[in-house]
């Protein structure tokens, strides 16, 4: 029997890492609800593979048309405006693509796919500020987030649970912790390291590595290992049911620093920008994924060192193709 699958914000890292793996899964189908506007280079691989679906996930009627359409036995809600940083420059922005989309797309699976398995992406923002006691950081540990992004995504969380509670929706909630991996751009910390190795290696950067606080500790996922855990947990979660996902380490980013100095092929000099320092940075941030780990059997299989070396090696091919 084949299974209908439907990712929204299908040209995310993590939503085109996620159809990637879905294709090499037999008997699955994969629908995608994608923006007309959105930059199609990271599921070019997709084009032939994928029904796709074309809308805003803040227009209803263009969400409840997908869902109509592609009629999926599972739905990863994966659209939002996800970086914490510009929710500050555009809260209204934030709020309203991730929390109306998020109602738009549970009304629409209430009227048109009302027995689907749908996930929604939260994130570790949803936490706020987190001291080093109460690391490693359990879902028991209450929310209170610090910008308007982790304001929403708690939003977005809670909107999920009360559809499950109010109206049976089988829906599964993971907050996450960093992602990483190609396709991403360059505003992940390691992304900007890699990127500029690649620069300074073409000749087209001095050899300075700029960076900014490197005493923080971040967990970090291959985007690759997050599919494989998105696609477990709606094998085997419990519906109404948030999970930490999150390698369950914390990676100190000047020694993420080194892994790149090491593997690059000129010799640099680090500078601290300071345009790259926050007013805080929490000491570290690392995840406990016992839960995820208990409902799945699922660990993570892809370690810092073959992330380096993946992103390296993305970078140099995208800068030598310009």
């Known amino acids: 029997m084949t299974t209908r699958v439907l990712i929204t914000g299908v040209t995310g890292p993590v939503g085109s890492f996620l159809a990637d793996y879905l294709l090499t899964l037999p008997d699955v189908e994969v629908h995608a609800f994608k923006r007309w506007r959105s930059d199609t280079r990271p599921i070019a691989q997709l084009f032939g593979r ?16 997908a869902v109509r359409a592609a009629a999926p036995d599972r739905i990863y809600h994966l659209a939002a405006q996800s970086y914490p940083s510009a929710s500050w ?42 001291t080093p006691d109460e690391v490693p950081i359990g879902e028991a540990r209450g929310l209170r987030p610090a910008s308007p992004y982790g304001v929403s995504k708690v939003t977005q969380e809670l909107l999920g649970l009360q559809y499950h509670d109010s ?90 620093v080194e892994l790149v100095r090491a593997r690059g092929r000129v010799p640099v000099e680090l500078r601290v920008d300071p345009a790259r320092l926050r007013p805080s940075d929490e000491p570290i941030l690392r995840g406990d994924n016992t839960r995820l780990r208990a409902a799945t059997g699922w660990a993570p299989q892809i370690g810092m060192e073959q992330i380096v070396d993946e992103l390296l090696a993305y970078w140099r091919a995208a800068i030598g193709g310009q």
Do not use: K
């Open 167 to 256: 109206y049976g929706l089988h829906v599964i909630v993971t907050r996450s912790f960093n992602h990483v991996g190609p396709r991403q751009g360059d505003r992940c910390s390691i992304q900007t390291f890699c990127q500029q190795m690649a620069l300074i290696e073409a000749g087209r950067q001095p050899p300075v590595l700029s960076v900014g606080n490197l005493e923080p500790r971040r967990d970090f996922t291959h985007v690759a290992d997050v599919a494989r855990a998105l696609w477990l947990l709606l094998s085997h979660g419990a519906p109404g049911t948030a999970y930490n996902l999150c390698s369950g380490t914390a990676t100190r980013i000047g020694d993420i």
């Open 50 to 65: 994928v029904a796709f679906h074309e809308g805003d996930i803040e227009d209803p009627y263009a969400v409840a048309a």
């Open 89 to 130: 420059d555009a809260p209204i922005t934030t709020l309203r693509t991730n929390v109306e989309g998020t109602v738009n797309l549970l009304e629409a699976v209430r009227a048109h796919a009302p027995a689907a398995r749908v996930h929604i992406a939260g994130s570790s923002a949803e936490y706020g500020w987190v």
